[in-house]
């Protein structure tokens, strides 16, 4: 080999591994043009059949990263002559898999697995077993498109177990993706979602952007799935965006379908019809360059075979052509029906669901109400029993020892016994009291401002009271009055459990609207969202008495910035 040869051959190792850098850094402009580049120079070399298949190869590669899986089909039946003719074995593996994942991309998913199994059937193959990772992982996608879940889980241990033997990081994070999907479609959806996060921190550290947003469609997928469709959304729009800085039409189309899924899991209907619109102008302009001429195109290029093995490629290659483009055509005219039974199969699910809300929102009402009540049936019997219960008992020994007491400490026990009578009545006043404040007797705002002045005797929290326009409307009457009092006493008694605030105001105002209350403190505050889950017969019974009343509540609360709750009960309270 004289020098330019050599310089030649090490020009083409080098650029047939620069493609693969480029790839990794999303520059697929670069990628194709070293590519018609190595394959021109390749005639020039001693061994151009090696370079031609290797080229050939790795242009297939790249056409199923950027969507376009007919054309990679082409590429890798005319590489697969080459390979045979020079005994390359790893490379016919390589080119087998690369057909299989051809087909799978077309959704061709019993096609794929026949050939990802001949990659396999190779007698040496145990030679090239670092190659295992990927088709074990293929042949498991394969499956799983089938539906046969336990057959996807079987082959992607296997290529796990490779990936991990080889310290295959690459085929690593594919099979954790495959095995995300499979977690998911068992029910798995947090363990998917935590699998696809730690896929996310491997493509990263691979810099492989192509790889990257398919993994971000998956998980924005499975976010819409597990009830988290704002992050879902979110991350769909940055896969939309890497899309087109990438220009991966067919991960374009993926990145649109995830959107669309997410904002119809959110409920947001006409948002994701409009995604749907662009994903489906988008599929008419790929189709008007589509697979329409690839038929004729394969046969005229392919129309010197020789062999029968080339004339049977060449068949199942245009078989596939033909059923694609059906594909194609089928699911363009089925798309706006589509959209359209989706809208009305949500629309029929949301009416669906808006009924079971309400029946289980007036379910939870009556259960917190009876709580409540339960509540205050053992409070008010408790108190009857330990305290009122007691005095009586003592007063009752007390008049009994009268008989055998000496007449000189006969006045000392009388004076006694009158004592505990006198705390047994005030016993009775406060349990009374608790039931339904006297001070309600003269109004609403007499009765908070002795609550306000009874919280005020602790020195830990000072409390105020303001009103307003209360002279320009009718007072309540005294059962939405108790009902407005026992709003007021349970967020002030949370407050002074939960926040720590050494400040509470309280200002009630008469609106046209209705009753308007406003409760700040400046406490600690909490993550507003918890109350949606809250288990606590406190908040129940608030939320249970304001719907009573057809009243609204906002709360607004942040961290060491306090909590402000805002009630607005509409005059006349319950309809």
Sequence with gaps: MNQSEWALENELEANYYLIYYYSYKGLIDSCFALLSQGLEKAEDSRHAEKYRMMFTFSRAGMLIKIGKPQDALIWSFSAMPIAQSIADTAFQIKILNLIGWSYMEMNLFKESANWFNKALSFTEAEKYSYLFPYIYANIASSYGGMNQIDSASHYIQLALKEARKHDDYFSLANSLAIMANIQFEKGKREAAIDTMLLVLDLRKTMQDPLYELADMVLLSEFYGGAGRADEGIALAKKAIKLARDIGSTNRLQMAYHSLASNYEAKGDFHAAITVLKKQLQLSDSLAKSGVVGELAEL?????????????????????????????????????????????????????????????????????????????????????LHDSIGQLLSVVKIQVSNLKTTEPAEIPVNINQTIGLVDKTIQEVRDISHNLIPVELNFGLVAALDDLIDTINESPQTQAIFQHQNIKNYPEPDRSLSLTIYRIVQEVISNMLRHSGAHKICITLDYVDRGIQLNIKDDGKGFDVEELQDSSGIGWKNINARLQLLNAKIEVWSENNKGTHIEILIPHGGAS
Excluded at 315 to 324: C, P, T, V
Excluded at 352 to 357: I, R
Excluded at 367 to 377: S, V
């Design 299 to 383: 046969q005229t290029k392919f129309k010197n075979a020789k062999t029968d093995k080339e004339l049977a490629i060449l068949e199942a290659k245009a078989s596939a052509q033909e059923l694609q483009l059906q594909q194609e055509q089928n699911a363009r005219r089925i798309t706006l029906v589509s959209v359209l039974a989706m809208v009305l199969a949500s629309f029929t699910f949301w009416f669906h669901f808006n009924q079971k809300s309400k029946a289980k929102m007036q379910k939870d009402l009556l259960k917190a109400i009876f709580e409540t009540e339960q509540k205050e049936r053992l409070r008010i019997a408790r108190d």
